[in-house]
């Protein structure tokens, strides 16, 4: 198949490309700049000039294409109803293309983007084979910027790895081979209006979390209260403190998916994190 990558360079996106062509697939990948075109043109993709806000251009290559992954997104936390909107609106624009094609067209979820969930599900009724991926809150791996960094930052920045209260609380995460993995499974072989969990280890005891981030930094660990946390992790402080275990076994049952690359732990061992 022929598929259209929006968020094809990023740091999920990138490997999603890789991980479809290897499976045999070509892939067309939205990028906005000439870095990111010669990117993709590096490995055997090919480059689509456009943005996520540019609704032309999202349709010509959803045409363009036997089948859609959306993962590109504007993670702009100073107004991010405007970024789910935008989401939305693109969603929307590439789904108005491929309805009645029985193509796929694959989402990801996004915390408080419903909107565009339910504009996917109901796409499934209007002849679309669409499917939401809905990943761990930590995505890991070689060049991770997300959750797990910031933690290091604030431990670096404060002098000590923090956990909240007892620290049994837990989070799941997934390594990004294995969620590009699912991406493409996605994509070949998802039924309409699926969901999907993108998730590896099912839950992680943050303290744990903490305590090997401390070793790495030979910094003290501590417990700190609900009412430090905030202090302490800033706008972490809340998902720090969520005790959220998920299980993928539905997901690898439907789709035969299997998380094999290594668990969060594991690969904060191997020192990738802590290189300044």
Same mark, same amino acid.
């Given at each position: 198949?022929?598929?259209?990558?929006?968020?094809?360079?990023?740091?999920?996106?990138?490997?999603?490309?890789?991980?479809?062509?290897?499976?045999?697939?070509?892939?067309?990948?939205?990028?906005?700049? $000439?870095?990111? &075109?010669?990117?993709?043109?590096?490995?055997?993709?090919?480059?689509?000039?456009?943005?996520?806000?540019?609704?032309?251009?999202?349709?010509?290559?959803?045409?363009?294409?036997?089948?859609?992954?959306?993962?590109?997104?504007?993670?702009?936390?100073?107004?991010?109803?405007?970024?789910?909107?935008?989401?939305?609106? &693109?969603?929307? &624009?590439?789904?108005?293309?491929?309805?009645?094609?029985?193509?796929?067209?694959?989402?990801? &979820?996004?915390?408080?983007?419903?909107?565009?969930?339910?504009?996917?599900?109901?796409?499934?009724?209007?002849?679309?084979?669409?499917?939401?991926?809905?990943?761990?809150?930590?995505?890991?791996?070689?060049?991770?910027?997300?959750?797990?960094?910031?933690?290091?930052?604030?431990?670096?920045?404060?002098?000590?790895?923090?956990?909240?209260?007892?620290?049994?609380?837990?989070?799941?995460?997934?390594?990004?081979?294995?969620?590009?993995t699912l991406y493409r499974l996605a994509?070949?072989?998802?039924?309409?209006?699926?969901?999907?969990?993108?998730?590896? $280890?099912?839950?992680?005891?943050?303290?744990?979390?903490?305590?090997?981030?401390?070793?790495?930094?030979?910094?003290?660990?501590?417990?700190?209260?609900?009412?430090?946390?905030?202090?302490?992790?800033?706008?972490?402080?809340v998902l720090a403190a969520l005790d959220?275990?998920?299980?993928?076994?539905?997901?690898? $049952?439907?789709?035969?998916?299997?998380?094999?690359?290594?668990?969060?732990?594991?690969?904060?061992?191997?020192?990738?994190?802590?290189?300044?």
């Amino acid at each position: 198949m022929r598929i259209f990558v929006t968020g094809a360079t990023g740091y999920i996106g990138s490997e999603v490309v890789r991980e479809l062509l290897a499976g045999g697939h070509q892939v067309l990948g939205l990028t906005r700049s $000439d870095n990111g &075109a010669a990117q993709l043109e590096k490995v055997g993709a090919e480059a689509h000039r456009g943005t996520l806000d540019d609704l032309d251009s999202l349709r010509r290559g959803a045409a363009a294409a036997d089948g859609v992954i959306h993962l590109a997104f504007i993670h702009d936390f100073s107004n991010f109803a405007e970024s789910l909107a935008m989401d939305l609106r &693109a969603v929307e &624009a590439m789904g108005a293309v491929l309805q009645g094609t029985g193509k796929p067209f694959v989402i990801t &979820a996004h915390a408080n983007g419903i909107a565009s969930e339910n504009a996917v599900i109901g796409l499934a009724e209007r002849g679309v084979r669409t499917s939401i991926v809905s990943l761990a809150p930590s995505v890991h791996g070689e060049q991770d910027k997300g959750f797990v960094p910031q933690l290091i930052h604030t431990a670096r920045m404060k002098g000590f790895s923090a956990y909240i209260d007892d620290g049994a609380n837990r989070w799941p995460a997934v390594h990004r081979l294995d969620a590009a993995t699912l991406y493409r499974l996605a994509v070949e072989a998802a039924p309409a209006g699926s969901r999907l969990d993108g998730v590896g $280890d099912e839950g992680i005891p943050f303290r744990d979390i903490a305590a090997t981030i401390g070793r790495h930094l030979n910094l003290p660990v501590v417990s700190i209260s609900r009412e430090e946390a905030e202090a302490h992790f800033g706008f972490l402080g809340v998902l720090a403190a969520l005790d959220i275990p998920r299980s993928s076994a539905q997901t690898q $049952d439907l789709l035969g998916w299997r998380p094999v690359q290594l668990g969060l732990l594991e690969d904060l061992e191997q020192g990738h994190y802590f290189k300044k």
